[in-house]
């Protein structure tokens, strides 16, 4: 036995140093391993680089699986960027009469009155910006409008919920009039949340924002304005001494104005009035209301009475004209210029043309031209130039005895259905 002894770690037996088996104790003192199979040298470092790109690509799949089914969340102000099966589509927030957006709109508003205004929603075509609306409209499970504004508004602004429109090209693929007074105050959080059927979910949001305006009254028991020379001097006067935004309002004493007047500047309002003898505030010439700034011009109750000639009055201004009777004129009440004011509740008889619209703007306000008489006129309603698309609607109007109760050269949509002809 050469090279010593060594006992067996199971039974202690004396061994030599050699020794695998245990006589004794028949226990194995070397256990064997499995021989490995022989692994080429140069896979190895391939296995170790492209391991990783293996696991890079299976992540990579299930995220882009994981965003395909998955739906998304858009949430912007004033407009963005949609696609949908392929196609890029705009989507616009606004109060205008297009489809620009308006992240911020504001009315400036009169302790007084009452105010509508209608939030819209234009889609259109990324490329070639055609509208959109109908063919998007098929996408979309469901839209609403949320208006957010101060708890401690004090007159709270109300709301209807969107309708599709007829004609998304003009008023926008949903609508959804507001409601306030003068008294609201503050800023208003518009909200659209439109629900796709893919599952996406888009906020558009934009605002309006109310500032209220000084009101200054003019009345004849302070101010001189029993005839045309002092009523034009008084306006010239007020458009000099009184700056934009405050609103002016001059209540006309029940007398026939000899002669005409002229408003330039700024915004005049004139409100006639009637006295015990059922006399009415009359101009006997021409007027013209032509101004480029400031709120809405505001004609109301007052006749407008010529000899057969001439224009009874001349708006060239963002207006409404409200009760008054326009007779004996070539025109009688004529929009022109770049701007639109619609008459409501007037009379037009006698004249060679009642109502004629030639505007050459892109502004678009009122199309209910609701209320109207039209009586022995050559043409009652001449639309030669109408901005925008928007539908004119004669409801509750009557047409008796005119040579033409409508002629429309522009060819502007126009609904008649609920007005009457004698």
Same mark, same amino acid.
């Given at each position: 036995?050469?090279?010593?002894?060594?006992?067996?770690?199971?039974?202690?037996?004396?061994?030599?140093?050699?020794?695998?088996?245990?006589?004794?104790?028949?226990?194995?003192?070397?256990?064997?391993?499995?021989?490995?199979?022989? #692994?080429?040298?140069?896979?190895?470092?391939?296995?170790?680089?492209?391991?990783?790109?293996?696991?890079?690509?299976?992540?990579?799949?299930?995220?882009?699986?994981?965003?395909?089914?998955?739906?998304?969340?858009?949430?912007?102000?004033?407009?963005?960027?949609?696609?949908?099966?392929?196609?890029?589509?705009?989507?616009?927030?606004?109060?205008?009469?297009?489809?620009?957006?308006?992240? %911020?709109?504001?009315?400036?508003?009169?302790?007084?009155?009452?105010?509508?205004?209608?939030?819209?929603?234009?889609?259109?075509?990324?490329?070639?910006?055609?509208?959109?609306?109908?063919?998007?409209?098929?996408?979309?499970?469901?839209?609403? #409008?949320? %208006?957010?504004?101060?708890?401690?508004?004090?007159? +709270?602004?109300?709301?209807?919920?969107?309708?599709?429109?007829?004609?998304?090209?003009?008023?926008?693929?949903?609508?959804?009039?507001?409601?306030?007074?003068?008294?609201?105050?503050?800023?208003?959080?518009?909200?659209?949340?439109?629900?796709?059927?893919?599952?996406?979910?888009?906020?558009?949001?934009?605002?309006?924002?109310?500032?209220?305006?000084?009101?200054?009254?003019?009345?004849?028991?302070?101010?001189?304005?029993?005839?045309?020379?002092?009523?034009?001097?008084? %306006?010239?006067?007020?458009?000099?001494?009184?700056?934009?935004?405050? #609103?002016?309002?001059?209540?006309? +004493?029940?007398?026939?104005?000899?002669?005409?007047?002229?408003?330039?500047?700024?915004?005049?309002?004139?409100?006639?009035?009637?006295?015990?003898?059922?006399?009415?505030?009359?101009?006997?010439?021409?007027?013209?209301?032509?101004?480029?700034?400031? +709120?809405?011009?505001?004609?109301?109750?007052?006749?407008?009475?010529?000899?057969?000639?001439?224009?009874?009055?001349?708006?060239?201004?963002?207006?409404? #004209?409200? *009760?008054?009777?326009?007779?004996?004129?070539?025109?009688?009440?004529?929009?022109?210029? *770049?701007?639109?004011?619609?008459?409501?509740?007037?009379?037009?008889?006698?004249?060679?043309?009642?109502?004629?619209?030639?505007?050459?703007?892109?502004?678009?306000?009122?199309?209910?031209?609701?209320?109207?008489?039209?009586?022995?006129?050559?043409?009652?309603?001449?639309?030669?130039?109408?901005?925008?698309?928007?539908?004119?609607?004669?409801?509750?109007?009557?047409?008796?005895?005119?040579?033409?109760?409508?002629?429309? +050269?522009?060819?502007?949509?126009?609904?008649?259905?609920?007005?009457?002809?004698?």
């Amino acid at each position: 036995m050469t090279g010593g002894t060594r006992p067996c770690p199971v039974c202690g037996a004396p061994l030599p140093q050699e020794a695998s088996f245990c006589p004794y104790c028949m226990e194995t003192l070397r256990h064997r391993r499995e021989a490995e199979p022989p #692994v080429r040298r140069w896979l190895k470092p391939v296995r170790q680089a492209v391991l990783p790109l293996v696991l890079a690509a299976l992540a990579a799949a299930a995220f882009l699986l994981y965003d395909v089914v998955t739906p998304d969340t858009y949430d912007a102000w004033g407009e963005l960027t949609y696609r949908l099966n392929g196609n890029d589509y705009h989507l616009a927030a606004t109060f205008r009469n297009d489809s620009a957006p308006e992240p %911020v709109y504001t009315i400036q508003t009169i302790e007084d009155w009452d105010y509508d205004r209608a939030a819209k929603l234009f889609v259109t075509h990324v490329d070639t910006g055609a509208d959109a609306g109908q063919v998007f409209r098929q996408q979309v499970e469901t839209i609403q #409008v949320q %208006v957010v504004q101060p708890q401690n508004n004090p007159s +709270p602004i109300t709301w209807q919920q969107p309708t599709y429109q007829g004609d998304p090209a003009a008023e926008g693929m949903a609508l959804s009039p507001l409601y306030f007074d003068g008294q609201s105050r503050g800023e208003a959080e518009v909200r659209w949340d439109i629900r796709m059927k893919n599952g996406d979910t888009i906020l558009l949001r934009h605002k309006m924002v109310i500032e209220p305006v000084d009101v200054v009254d003019y009345t004849p028991e302070e101010y001189d304005m029993d005839t045309i020379e002092d009523l034009q001097a008084l %306006v010239d006067q007020i458009q000099a001494e009184v700056p934009l935004p405050t #609103v002016v309002r001059i209540n006309l +004493p029940p007398v026939h104005y000899e002669g005409g007047l002229t408003i330039t500047g700024r915004p005049i309002n004139l409100y006639g009035t009637v006295d015990d003898k059922k006399m009415r505030t009359a101009f006997l010439g021409p007027v013209t209301v032509d101004v480029d700034r400031g +709120p809405q011009c505001f004609i109301q109750n007052i006749d407008f009475r010529g000899s057969g000639s001439g224009t009874g009055l001349t708006v060239e201004a963002d207006g409404r #004209v409200q *009760d008054c009777l326009f007779t004996g004129w070539d025109t009688g009440l004529l929009v022109g210029g *770049d701007d639109w004011a619609d008459p409501t509740g007037c009379w037009f008889e006698d004249n060679g043309v009642g109502f004629r619209f030639d505007s050459v703007g892109d502004y678009v306000n009122g199309t209910m031209l609701e209320g109207n008489t039209f009586r022995n006129n050559g043409t009652a309603v001449e639309l030669l130039r109408v901005p925008g698309a928007k539908t004119f609607y004669f409801n509750g109007c009557a047409f008796s005895g005119n040579g033409l109760n409508l002629s429309n +050269p522009a060819d502007h949509p126009t609904d008649l259905t609920r007005a009457t002809f004698d």
